[in-house]
């Protein structure tokens, strides 16, 4: 099953939404809880990401009976250095951000310890692509 | 301990959900929501923060987190309300610190997550 869904830069009020209606899903699909925690906590700091970094973003997400695929695509400044994003405490987020109780640097390795697998794509000046898949 | 004894001690105030039998065995205290993430088992945890706003129940939703109290006179919006009452939490405020909330809650054997 794919759905698809809009995520705009800046709205922070709705971040969470799109991670909050795939919980419901994998819940009622009868999914382990570890792996739903692991796969929303995942889901939820890159979606956290699309608000806080880029101007709007696509997320698309493939359910299936052995495994969930994920794939956040945006449109915005893009990760010029991917390994150094990807370390814990660096942080390139705005106050009104860091105010939502992120931008500490923990969000990409936060993505990664909770993704079985994780690609994470970008080019400057267009946007970012993640890609999570877990295996249930 | 029962969230009534931790609403008496902490001077707090239920904003939403029910005061159970459940008990809460530990708490973690952070304003950082992608601290709240790492933790894995969220049972029987109480949050302590002075972060009020939507993320932080967004956060306590995926973490799976029931029970949050809100230190330093922070206010909980109805909007954070009702979304905590969707996720079956209890909210609670108090005007009392961080520090103190943890110091109070540390001597009455609620026990640090780490």
């Known amino acids: 099953m794919i759905t698809e869904y809009h995520v705009n830069g800046g709205d ?7 991670s909050s209606t795939v919980k419901k899903m994998m819940r009622q699909l009868g999914v382990d809880s570890t792996v739903v925690k692991r796969t929303v906590v995942a889901l939820y700091e890159a979606e956290v990401n699309i608000v806080a970094h880029a101007y709007r973003g696509v997320v698309t997400v493939d359910l299936q009976p052995d495994k969930i695929y ?17 370390q814990e405490g660096y942080s390139t987020a705005s106050v009104a951000v860091r105010e939502m109780g992120f931008g500490a640097g923990m ?24 890609e999570i898949t877990n295996n249930f | 301990m029962k969230i009534d004894e931790i609403i008496a001690l902490v001077e707090g105030k239920l904003i939403e959900g029910k005061t159970t039998d459940e008990e809460v065995t530990k708490a973690f205290a952070s304003d950082l929501m992608s601290d709240v993430l790492t933790i894995k088992d969220a049972s029987s945890l109480l949050l302590i923060t ?17 029970y949050i109290l809100f230190v330093r006179g922070k206010k909980v919006t109805e909007e954070m309300k ?30 640090p997550l780490y």
């Open chain 1, 70 to 86: 994920i794939k956040l695509a945006d449109e915005g400044p893009g990760i010029a250095d991917i390994p150094q994003a990807m």
């Open chain 2, 50 to 66: 002075g972060l009020a706003n939507m993320q932080t129940i967004r956060t306590c939703e995926m973490s799976e987190i029931r």
């Open chain 1, 107 to 130: 969000g990409l390795p936060n993505i990664k310890a909770n993704s079985d697998i994780l690609n994470v794509n970008s080019v400057v000046g267009k946007g970012t692509t993640v």
């Open chain 2, 82 to 111: 009702e979304l905590a009452e969707e996720n079956n939490m209890v909210l609670i405020e108090t005007s009392y610190s961080m520090y103190k909330v943890a110091g109070i809650l540390y001597a009455n054997n609620i026990n």
């Open chain 1, 12 to 18: 922070f009020t709705n971040a969470g939404s799109v």
